[in-house]
């Protein structure tokens, strides 16, 4: 009772081609961050289908927010034409019955009163009412909070105001057409901003669209046509031409950087477009629609396909890879996902309230959180799967006032008069304060220790809320420069060392060039993805990529190559490094990686695995076994997937969490001799208080209101205190029971330490060139190195004077390197001379330290497949005997939770 439903299925608004290689659909003007923000996105569709006598106000090819409206294009129909271009019909809805679309059945369509229209779309309640022309424009919009915009129009309905709650306003200026001419943003004190200024030629179509915060850009068209046949950004970095088949539909593109000669071709009576990048044919790409134009299957240039199916209404019901392993979803009666089940058969559950609220999710291992709402929909409490609770508070117009976290700590929240956030007042009690400008942005933060840092906006196409300018509480400022077209131009920091951004067609980075001038250049194919990447000095990392764009190969500064094989969905199944050696990877259905099996150089066919790794997941997909030959590690989970207990090689770990899941105790070898019991304090934020370990005294640790370490003491004597600058830079630190022990501090502009002065070895002192590195170190013993570094900033050179600077004394030394960086020779302090050997992949595997009057030392090391550490060796040679000292490291894994060091060895040789 109470709903009438229309049968038809959504159709796709949008092609799946990348939107911009056609024409620019979504072009963002402006954002304007509010409760309900101005969204200032035009959505541009050749063959937007606005009612026929209908004067848009942006031209025939283009709507906004501002803009949506409900035709009515035959008796008892309804077309409601929405922001991204999509239209969707209802039947009249009659008296209190509403009525709904079953391709969109989370909108609600009413009629409350002659001329007037409801449509709610979730927590949004849109009102249109009707003009002369019988048109139905937006008069308001609102939340269920209260929050909204309400649009003023004058007697023929053209737009001419929106206001909003916040206390922000747009006003708009048309021409005698009732096409938009400008748009200026009104602040709370009255004050205007332009945003926007548009043109149109004769035909009222758009041909210039000014803004003062987003991309400026021109348009021609056909004569004839509302067909687009160019458009370029104001300064003419991007710029693309357009040829139509009879149709109106795009055939090829011609552009001054990326998709330039892309071609399309269409077969209307098999539902097929093919795209051509570039031209070439052994790059096309081919797409499958159904009768509602949804993309049923997409397959690559290497002839790999991704298919869907869509339901009767037109939601995707499965999703199924190149390899045939199928996704599944199935949805609720206003179309929100119920369920997702993964190729695995891994299921997560969802259930939704009637304005779209989430009230439960359950996992694929029956784990349930919960969601608790008010009578506007907004969360008052979540419920994890551990049963801890977190509660919200909130006022009148649903902001959250106050937060109660599972422990009963608590986080308050304060607004001034426009509803912006105005004070944030955490846990501990520490009180963080922001100011805002007339506009709406933030220009001030004060934190809880009372220090305040600035923002500044330039006007400009970075972005209306976009700060331009930092200025840290100690007055230093780093700022930021943006394009005409948008894109960021330049970096400074405090120092006012500048790093430079250029860029290509469609904002693609070409260049980063640093302040003393070197450019580091980035090379890109025709879809914009980086082939090549050229340092300062000339040389170049190649990414080689197959003809359905995944890197096949890369080959690096130095030569070496490394190669990729892939399985038809993309995914790395075999790795082949610069010496031969190889890794093999297999994956379950849902793509988590199950076993890595690596493979020497000496056994090519793969028969003779060095080692296998195997990886086991539990019903939620997350990790609860990891096993090699080395090592087999297990690990078990909570409800909310937060690890509780490891064991490894039968040896296990028990963790317990506080309700935020924070660790709180640690018991090592649980349930064996030996075990021990370590207990972890955390202050109101989550932050380490206290450390105690079995029975020894306990480390505790005072902090700030910042929530930084002042100080950390035990009760058997040890104490360090900091102290640190009003930027958050540690200044002072002591030691000790008397505090004999401690170093000073000191930095400049851009946060690099130029003063390390300690209480038992004297100063340290840096200084910096150009680029930010390090140019000159001196010692308290008289000792100064200085650096020279080539264009790719890796040290090239080494001068070190003073009385410890052996043989080298006030000789600049040269660091041998090569083309990529490694060091083959560099020079100590003291005149040591250090020579480095790397094997085929770029791993160091010998370091030997000569100097005049001693020994020479040698350090050998050992690399497995993976790139792990197993093995450091140390020769000592003496007059009668060589000592070596080694250790194998075995199980060295990757894993989050530690590095596991096997066996120490030692022997002596003769």
Known sequence: MGRTTVWRPRRAGRTRLRRHRQVPRDLHDFPIPATLPFDGARSMGLKLPLPPDYTSPLGPCQISMFDEIVANPEPGQLDFHQADGKVVRFDRPFNFLASHNAGYPHLDLRAPWLRQLELRDRRLIKHFCQDEDDIYRLARIEDLDWHAISFLRDADGVLERAEGTDGLALAFTNDERGRRTGITLIGTDGSRLDLARYAYDARGRMTEADCAFGMSVDYLWHPDRDLLAAWHNRTRRSQTRFTYDADGRVLHTATNGLWNDDRFAYDPETRRTTYLPGGDPACAQRFAYDENHNVTAETDA?????????????????????????????????????????????????????????????????????????????????????????????????????????????????????????????????????????????????????????????????????????????????????????????????????????????????????????????????????????????????????????????????????????????????????????????????????????????????????????????????????????????????????????????????????????????????????????????????????????????????????????????????????????????????????????????????GDPTLIDDALFGPARYCYDGNGQVAQASFCEGLTEEFDYHAAKNVVGVLAEGPEAGEILGALRRVEATSGGAVRVGHGPHGEQVALTHDACGRMTERRVERRGFQPKTWRYGWAVQDRLVRCERSCPWAWCSLVRATTITGLGRDDQAARVGRLTRGITA
């Open 302 to 750: 290497l002839g790999h396909t991704v298919s869907r199916t869509f339901d009767q209404a037109g939601f995707e019901t499965a999703l199924t890879d190149p390899n045939g392993h199928t996704t599944t979803k199935t949805y609720d009666l206003w179309g929100n996902p119920k369920s997702v089940v993964d190729p695995e058969g891994r299921s997560t559950e969802y259930g939704w309230g009637p304005e779209g609220q989430l009230d439960l999710v359950v996992d694929g291992a029956g784990h349930i959180r919960r969601y608790e709402h008010d009578e506007h929909a907004n969360v008052v409490a979540e419920i994890d799967a551990e049963g801890n609770v977190t509660r919200h508070e909130r006022d009148e117009a649903g902001r959250l006032l106050c937060t109660t976290f599972p422990d009963g700590s608590q986080e308050r929240r304060t607004y001034d008069s426009h509803g912006r956030l105005a004070s944030l007042t955490d846990p501990r009690g520490g009180t963080t304060r922001y100011a805002y400008d007339a506009f709406g942005r933030q220009v001030a933060l004060t934190d809880a220790a009372g220090q305040t840092s600035r923002f500044a906006y330039d006007a400009g196409a970075g972005g209306f809320a976009t700060p331009t300018t930092l200025i840290r509480p100690d007055g230093i400022s780093v700022s930021r420069q943006f394009a005409e077209d948008g894109v960021l131009a330049s970096v400074s920091d405090g120092e006012g060392r500048t790093w430079r951004y250029a860029y290509g067609a469609f904002d693609v980075l070409q260049a980063i060039e640093d302040p003393r001038g070197g450019r580091l250049t980035l090379s890109h194919d025709g879809e914009g993805r980086v082939v090549a990447v050229t340092n300062q000095t000339g040389h170049t990392y190649h990414l080689i990529r197959d003809p359905a764009g995944w890197v096949a190969a890369e080959v690096d500064f130095d030569g070496r190559r490394t190669e990729y094989t892939r399985d038809p969905a993309g995914r790395v199944i075999a790795t082949r490094k610069p010496d031969g050696a190889r890794l093999r990877y297999a994956y379950d259905r849902s793509d988590r990686l199950t076993t890595i099996r690596t493979h020497a150089a000496d056994d090519p066919e793969g028969a003779r695995p060095r080692d296998e790794t195997h990886l086991r997941y539990d019903g939620r997909g997350l990790l609860v076994e990891a096993s090699s030959r080395a090592a087999r590690v297990v690990l078990e989970r909570d409800g909310n997937g937060r690890i509780v207990s490891e064991t490894t090689n039968g040896r296990r770990v028990e963790s317990r969490l506080d309700g935020l899941g924070r660790r709180i105790e640690r018991r090592i070898g649980a349930g064996q001799p030996g075990a021990s019991l370590v207990r972890i304090g955390r202050d109101p934020l989550g932050a380490l208080a206290s450390l105690a370990i079995d029975d020894h005294a306990p480390l505790m640790v005072s902090r700030d209101p910042l929530g930084r370490e002042t100080r950390r003491a035990s009760s058997k004597g040890f104490v360090l205190e900091q102290a640190f600058d009003p930027v958050g830079q540690l200044t002072r630190q002591r030691s000790g029971r008397e505090g004999q022990a401690g170093r000073a501090y000191a930095w400049d502009k851009a």
